[in-house]
């Protein structure tokens, strides 16, 4: 890169090659906008994400699909079963994608798979790659410069998608709220002796969901919240009684169990940055919004994060408007704040309606879940809420280039 010598190295620095900064960069490349990624490859642990059907129209627009779909498994339906040993008890409600026209809900896939899907992508697509870390970004009325040691590159816009310790939030002096949860998450793989059927089964206890998430064959990915001592103690297991322990939570749905190599654990926190924008930068994924792994939603917005930003910079320079300004950083405000605060409202009540012991909050969530379950209409429309596309869904969700 060129430096302070000439006006602007790139139109776009991406700073973060995790999937929400890989798809921005991905959307904008393929949109004409020159475009620079600056970061080191992300590291991919064995997590799994399940990605809606509206994520997964996205990827197929920006030709990341084809690749994704060998290692992905589908969601056809979706379990919730009320495990916890209270007074109202929910009935065991199934959420069916055929029910709404659907063949599945959305994909469950190997984060593993996905990045490297992803990164073969950019690497087809005129991205300049700078595979180093940021270590500050300045940004004027007139510019952002990104500093990298030595070099620095000279851009219009900055895309923060540096995840949850985010430098460009710093740099854009943008403040967040951030509440923990008296919870942990573990989350590994399993092989089974029984096959899902491409169903995934939540078991809610009063610490949080056990979530059995399908993968391809007989495997599936589980992500168990639960209270940090219990978490501490479960995965300092070895994998033969740790399996066990699985299967006994499991009720044995899917027969005797397997873990595969690698397990992590999480402690859960809520996040979100206010205003999603400022000086030059704009933030996506988890640099914006920290969700925890209840309802498979995280990504899902950082990826709508992602379409829109490419969405409003490829029409401002078709009106050849200054990609930057803080015309721009408004508009990105306001079109994804009301989507990532309903989002978190959504996602916060229900796992705070699981956590309390307050009865009126626990018959209500039953009288919810009973409702799904016994009034079709208000079980569909639930349904089409969660996954189908809408008309103010950035255009990549609805299968459209930006
Ligand atoms: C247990 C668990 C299960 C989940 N399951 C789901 C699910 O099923 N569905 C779903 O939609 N979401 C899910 N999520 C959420 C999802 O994992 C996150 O939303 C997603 O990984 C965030 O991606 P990101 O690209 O924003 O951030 P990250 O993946 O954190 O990527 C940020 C990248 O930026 C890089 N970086 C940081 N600083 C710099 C710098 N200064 N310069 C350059 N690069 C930098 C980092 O190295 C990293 O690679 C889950 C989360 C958890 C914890």
Request: charged share 20%; hydrophobic share 50%; aromatic share 4%.
């Amino acid at each position: 890169m060129n430096g302070w010598h000439s006006k602007f190295d790139a139109d776009v620095a991406v700073i973060g090659a995790g999937p929400a900064g890989l798809v921005s960069a991905i959307a904008l490349a393929a949109a004409g906008v020159e475009t620079a990624l600056i970061a080191p490859a992300a590291k991919a642990d064995q997590r799994t994400t399940a990605l809606l059907a509206s994520s997964v129209a996205a990827l197929a627009t920006l030709g990341v699909w084809p690749a994704c779909l060998p290692q992905a498994a589908p969601l056809r339906k979706i379990r919730i079963v009320d495990d916890t040993k209270r007074l109202f008890r929910a009935p065991e409600v199934i959420f069916d994608a055929a029910e709404i026209g659907l063949e599945a809900f959305g994909y469950n896939i190997e984060n593993r798979h996905l990045l490297a899907a992803l990164e073969a992508r950019a690497a087809e697509l005129k991205l300049a790659r700078i595979a180093v870390p940021a270590l500050e970004i300045i940004a004027d009325s007139t510019a952002a410069t990104i500093k990298l040691g030595d070099a620095e590159v000279r851009v219009r816009l900055v895309i923060g998608a540096d995840g949850q310790r985010s430098l460009c939030r710093a740099a854009a002096h943008i403040g967040s709220s951030r509440r923990e949860y008296p919870q942990s998450a573990l989350t590994l793989n399993l092989v089974h002796a029984r096959p899902h059927h491409d169903v995934s089964t939540e078991f809610h206890t009063e610490h949080g969901p056990f979530t059995l998430v399908p993968l391809p064959g007989q495997r599936s990915g589980l992500v168990w919240v639960d209270d940090p001592a219990h978490v501490e103690h479960f995965s300092a297991k070895s994998d033969a009684k740790l399996a066990v322990e699985v299967e006994r939570r499991a009720h044995a749905i899917l027969g005797t169990m397997s873990i595969e190599s690698g397990r992590s654990t999480f402690p859960l926190a809520i996040e979100t940055a206010a205003p999603l924008a400022r000086n030059r930068i704009v933030l996506v994924g988890e640099a914006a919004h920290v969700l925890p792994p209840i309802g498979a939603q995280g990504l899902n917005l950082g990826l709508r994060d992602a379409a829109t930003i490419a969405e409003l910079v490829a029409e401002a320079r078709r009106r050849n408007a200054d990609i930057g300004a803080a015309e721009m950083m408004t508009r990105y405000d306001m079109v994804r704040s009301a989507d990532v605060k309903s989002c978190s409202l959504a996602v916060d009540l229900l796992n705070r309606s699981l956590l309390s012991d307050l009865l009126p909050i626990q018959a209500t969530r039953g009288l919810s879940l009973y409702g799904f379950d016994r009034i079709g209409t208000v079980r569909r429309a639930a349904m089409r809420q969660g996954v189908a596309p809408s008309a103010s869904q950035p255009r990549l969700m609805r299968g459209e280039m930006v």
